[in-house]
């Protein structure tokens, strides 16, 4: 089975690529828990076809293998706080590499700027933008309390703890993508259409997707 000769131009490390490889497209998709990162990355697969890669999804994946990896990121998600971005990028790479696709959508990723720093290390890549979902923080509490799907980080106090690191370790991450004009941020307040909505004007293809002149004014609280 050749896996590695897709489309892919996920560069290894060191190697700084050739003009055979086809270039990737990378969006990640960033935002508060709750946000509607998930829910709003299925619809733009769907329609834009992209594949969806949750990287907490990934993570959750690995907790189940009964790899000795699986029992620390498990009891770091328990806990709300962030894994290795070493394992992090590693586990996302190696979703990405089996993939037979040139458009990706990185949903929760990157968390902080280790996670920044060691993706563009690794992979050598950049995002092609950075879809924001600005959600105020009491609607994203409400929101994750009727999730039930069962996560063990869904109960109020990881939740808290995933906001302060969200405020701590994300947004700091915003900062430095629109420092590149590269965050397309969109009010995610609203009902699930109409944040759609906003979003399908940033993926239709001939919209330019410059950034907002004014800079980015988070909705979530600071704690
Ligand atoms: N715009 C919205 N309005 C109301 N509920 C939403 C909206 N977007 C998502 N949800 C719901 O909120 C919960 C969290 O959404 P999800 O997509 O899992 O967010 P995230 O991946 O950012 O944590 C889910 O139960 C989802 O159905
Ligand atoms: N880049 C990432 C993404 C997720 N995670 C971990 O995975 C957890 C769940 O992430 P998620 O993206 O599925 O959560 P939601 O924002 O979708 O609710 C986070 O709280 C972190 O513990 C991480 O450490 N690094
Ligand atoms: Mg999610």
């Known amino acids: 089975m050749q896996v590695r000769q ?125 879809l924001y979902l600005d959600c105020p923080q009491d609607e994203m509490e409400k929101r994750l309390l009727s999730r039930n799907e069962g996560r063990e980080d869904d109960n109020i106090e990881t939740i808290r703890k995933r906001f302060k690191v969200f405020v701590e370790s994300t947004l700091p991450t915003i900062e430095y993508y629109e420092s590149k004009g590269k965050i397309r941020k969109v009010d995610a307040g609203k009902s699930i259409d109409e944040v759609f909505e906003s979003i399908k004007v940033i993926f239709s293809p001939g919209k330019d997707n410059k950034v907002p002149p004014s800079k980015h004014k988070c909705k979530c609280l600071i704690l």
């Open 6 to 130: 897709s489309k892919m131009d996920l560069h290894k490390e060191g190697d700084t690529g050739s003009a055979k490889q086809k270039k990737v497209k990378i969006v990640f998709v960033i935002g508060g828990p709750g946000s509607g990162k998930g829910t709003q990355c299925k619809r733009i697969a769907q329609q834009f076809g992209y594949t969806h890669l949750s990287v907490g999804e990934i993570l959750r994946q690995e907790t189940s293998s009964g790899s000795e990896t699986g029992s620390m990121i498990q009891k770091i998600m328990k806990e709300g706080k962030l894994v290795p971005s070493d394992v992090t990028v590693r586990l996302l790479q190696q979703a990405m590499q089996g993939i037979d696709n040139d458009k990706f959508l990185i949903d929760g990723f990157p968390r902080d700027e280790e996670n920044v720093k060691v993706f563009e290390d690794l992979t050598k890549m950049e995002p092609e933008f950075v």
